[in-house]
């Protein structure tokens, strides 16, 4: 008896210990993340400054309200690549972040025949922070007023109309590629080394069309220089709602955005990303920010985590189908 009265004071007291060492652990995870930041907080864009996520990133930096300076560090190349595996790599710890496209993930892991860096895997959600939609825009000399006139006048014309883009690869690629396959077109892809050596082309009448960048295209429109047809957004863009959207004209089902959203490296605490998305959901829906937004043609979009999770595992899955019908493969 006494004996059995021994070994239960020694479970007991195993059981407590164990409790003990558990709280004490958890305790310093607890206050970190509740201490969180306790220094700079750097996000990474993996373009060049004066694209729209370079300007996300700087209005997070310059409206961010916990106690610490949001560096941005601009690290362009290989379609974003080079800035999503610098922090793909990082610390787990919510000091470094991504400022994430479209292209980075969820387009590239098709395009590209080796990443640096799982899309999925490699992240965690953070937010999805706004969208733009792209909008398809002719030279004046083209007869087509609307995408249907120019789905018929490129049937009637294989191989003679030409798109440009800024590259192989690029969302605006694939988004005509997207347009070729469901319209049944073949309308020649021309790829630039950039937007600033297409435009000079599509505007000397040199290429039929192309699609570009919302907040990009809107001033050449607005001055007749180019016509636009379509945005390529599921709706109507608020900053040009005059303009229709291209699934509204006869391609239901149609849409190819671009779109922005923070990620952290995997495994970054739960109650860090969810204070970096309480912290994001309010810098994005202040008034001025609002404003800003839409005078550049951005959407706003926000939400939780879990909603970016799933938008990308969509995107993934479309835009994998799309690369792989058109062939198209990053240079």
Excluded: C
Excluded at 284 to 310: M, R, Y
């Amino acid at each position: 008896m006494r004996a059995r009265m021994i070994r239960r004071r020694q479970v007991l007291g195993m059981l407590a210990a164990t409790a003990t060492l558990a709280a004490v652990s958890a305790a310093p995870a607890a206050q970190a993340a509740d201490a969180y930041p306790t220094k700079p907080v750097r996000i990474v864009v993996g373009f060049p400054s004066g694209g729209a996520p370079d300007i996300l990133a700087r209005i997070f930096s310059e409206k961010f309200s916990l106690g610490q300076p949001v560096v941005v560090d601009n690290k362009p190349g290989a379609g974003g690549n080079i800035g999503g595996e610098a922090v793909a790599h990082a610390a787990p710890d919510g000091y470094t972040l991504a400022m994430g496209t479209v292209g980075t993930h969820s387009i590239n892991g098709a395009l590209y025949s080796k990443m640096p860096y799982d899309m999925v895997k490699d992240f965690t959600p953070v937010i999805l922070v706004a969208s733009t939609p792209n909008v398809l825009v002719v030279h004046p000399s083209v007869p087509a007023k609307n995408v249907q006139e120019l789905i018929a006048l490129a049937r009637s014309k294989p191989g003679q109309l030409t798109f440009g883009t800024p590259g192989v690869g690029t969302s605006l690629h694939v988004a005509g590629e997207l347009f070729n396959t469901m319209a049944g077109t073949k309308i020649v892809h021309v790829p630039y080394k950039g937007r600033a050596m297409a435009i000079p082309d599509l505007l000397g009448g040199h290429i039929t069309m192309m699609f570009d960048n919302l907040p990009s295209a809107l001033p050449v429109v607005k001055e007749g220089k180019l016509r636009a047809l379509g945005v390529t957004s599921a709706q109507r863009s608020a900053s040009a709602p005059d303009i229709p959207t291209i699934a509204e004209q006869g391609l239901p089902g149609y849409e190819a955005t671009s779109w922005f959203a923070i990620f952290a490296p995997a495994h970054t605490p739960k109650d860090v990303v969810a204070k970096l998305n309480a912290e994001l959901n309010r810098i994005f829906t202040l008034p001025d920010v609002q404003t800003k937004l839409k005078t550049l043609g951005l959407d706003p979009v926000l939400g939780t985590p879990e909603k970016l999770a799933d938008y990308q595992r969509s995107e993934i899955a479309k835009w994998a189908k799309v690369v792989k019908d058109s062939g198209a493969k990053a240079e």
